[in-house]
């Protein structure tokens, strides 16, 4: 997967991360451990895991010294069982120990997302319905995380504002409804973007359907509300069901025929993979 190298947003995080850690050098590294000393470092599973970001850890080994290797015999997206060493990193010990703590934050991290979608993924097998994500993501992070999604198993929602319109409940009220949203926003956009509304109320769901929506977000709904929801939308529109759904049973979700589940919790709330890095010095 090529996607961290010649991107600029993930270089810039990169060298962010590695700066914030590093500061003026690595003190208890450089006076405890010779520059001439080489270390070997295995990657440990402590739990089981879908794996992201390898290629992101070799990268940021690679920007603090070239002559650093890193391998692994999996790939993003594999899922690894409690206890396997999953990769290896060999090269100078002064930079590849200076290197360990930002190389596991990301991964971690990543991990921790990835293992989280297919979670839900899973749940949801054998419906119609599509796990995506939101933007609440890590500031700077969206690009990684919402890559993390997809190797999970899950879709992006939008990945910024420009990438099409979804009217929420705000833009209802300062533009005074839905029908007034959806007429303002046809006549400023493209034809080639969609419309979105999110709703709360059936009242809500009719005035969007009369606006023409082309997608209609069901927010904070039960399940039998939804359920009468997408019938009352018969395929006139694509249904996603949004609000809290990291807290709720996917599988009763997808039962009410919804398209689309978005999950907050896959980005904002996941909690990190757990993973340790083991030297050996010769």
Do not use: W
């Amino acid at each position: 997967m090529n996607l961290f190298y010649n991107n600029p947003q993930v270089e810039s995080l990169i060298n962010l991360a590695l700066s914030e850690d590093i500061g003026t050098g690595d003190i208890t590294t450089l006076s405890t451990i010779p520059s001439d000393k080489t270390a070997h470092g295995r990657f440990i599973a402590k739990e089981d895991m879908v794996i992201c970001g390898l290629d992101l850890a070799e990268h940021i080994f690679a920007k603090l010294d070239g002559g650093i290797l890193f391998k692994t015999d999996a790939k993003d997206g594999d899922f690894i069982e409690k206890g396997t060493v999953f990769a290896t990193v060999d090269g100078n010990a002064q930079n590849v120990l200076t290197g360990e703590r930002t190389a596991l934050n990301f991964m971690q991290r990543l991990t921790g997302i990835a293992t989280r979608t297919r979670e839900a993924v899973r749940e949801v097998e054998g419906t119609k319905a599509k796990i995506t994500d939101t933007r609440k993501t890590t500031p700077g992070m969206r690009v990684l995380e919402k890559y993390a999604v997809r190797v999970g198993g899950g879709t992006n929602h939008r990945f910024n504002l420009a990438d099409g319109v979804l009217i929420k409940d705000n833009h209802i009220a300062v533009s005074g409804g839905i029908v007034n949203a959806v007429r303002n926003a046809r006549n400023t956009i493209p034809h080639t973007l969609k419309i979105e509304v999110e709703v709360e109320t059936k009242e809500q769901l009719f005035e969007a359907l009369e606006a023409g929506a082309d997608i209609i977000m069901l927010d904070n709904m039960s399940n039998d509300l939804m359920r009468e929801c997408v019938d009352i939308i018969d395929g006139r529109a694509v249904v996603e069901a949004s609000g809290n759904m990291g807290e709720k049973s996917l599988r009763d979700v997808a039962a009410t025929g919804v398209d689309i589940i978005s999950i907050g919790a896959l980005t904002h709330t996941v909690k990190a993979a757990d993973i340790s890095l083991k030297f050996s010095i010769s």
